[in-house]
């Protein structure tokens, strides 16, 4: 049976300025010379160096955003569309990760018409879900993320045009991390919402896992049932760390 093709994506979130480049050249370079990794490889880094970014010609990395508007233009001072962020050189943009939820108080009604703004744009939309704390402690994990990710997720959305990102939120930046049976567990109940909303093709929508992933567990939680990469926060700001990810789909 074919098999989703896995995405190691890096999140740079609001650090990296001009100099930072130089990781994205350092990265390049390691993939160069480290045996090949299957898995395609994506940074998002801050709106601002998007176009520098993709401008550096690096053809084993693409770039992406961490977020757009729902519209395509318009009187919204400080935003950017998703028309514009191609227009940059994206290739990608992350949408509804829980720092804009808990942040920007963003709903899934909301990430729904950025996730088509996305498409529309003839870019590919990262769409994330996660639990909180809380939710977890309170038995909610499955029925919070598959009520996000039902909501979330527009009826335009394929395979090739939507990555899923699990990501509880308390593993975000903590170092903590779930069990891998946890992770398979909810994985393949993304998995099952998925083939019933969107039928075969929901078999090749790929699901990645984010929160405290770095060289010395990545392995593992990659090789659970179901998840086809990682969304990667910290450990993607080194070139270094995050070829130690990547690693986990070297032979
Ligand atoms: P982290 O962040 O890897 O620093 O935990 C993951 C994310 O928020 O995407």
Not at 10 to 34: P, R
Not at 76 to 97: E, N, P, R
Not at 123 to 133: S, Y
Request: hydrophobic content about 40%; some cysteine.
């Amino acid at each position: 049976m074919q098999k989703p093709h896995p995405l190691v994506a890096g999140n740079w979130k609001m650090n990296g300025v001009t100099a930072s480049h130089a990781e994205l050249e350092a990265l390049s370079t390691l993939l160069k010379t480290d045996s090949p990794a299957e898995c395609e490889v994506l940074i998002c880094p801050p709106a601002t160096l998007i176009a520098s970014s993709s401008n550096m010609g690096l053809s084993a990395i693409k770039i992406g955003a961490q977020d757009c508007h729902s519209e395509v233009s318009g009187a919204h001072t400080g935003d950017i569309s998703a028309v514009m962020l191609k227009d940059a050189g994206a290739d990608y943009v992350i949408v509804g990760h829980s720092e804009r939820r808990a942040d920007h108080d963003e709903s899934s009604d909301l990430i729904n018409a950025k996730t088509k703004a996305v498409h529309n744009a003839g870019l590919r939309a990262i769409v994330c879900v996660g639990e909180t704390d809380a939710e977890r402690v309170a038995g909610d994990t499955s029925t919070v993320v598959l009520g996000q990710l039902l909501v979330s997720l527009p009826d335009s959305c394929t395979s090739e045009n939507t990555v899923i990102g699990y990501e509880p939120v308390w593993a975000i930046g903590t170092g903590k991390t779930p069990t891998v049976e946890d992770v398979a567990d909810i994985h393949t109940e993304i998995r099952t919402a998925l083939t019933e909303r969107f039928g075969e093709d929901g078999a090749m929508f790929r699901i990645i896992y984010g929160g405290s992933v770095k060289p010395s567990n990545a392995k593992e939680l990659m090789a659970a049932l179901n998840v086809d990469g990682a969304l990667v926060g910290g450990a993607s700001l080194k070139a270094t760390d995050f070829n130690g990810i990547i690693a986990a789909y070297r032979a």
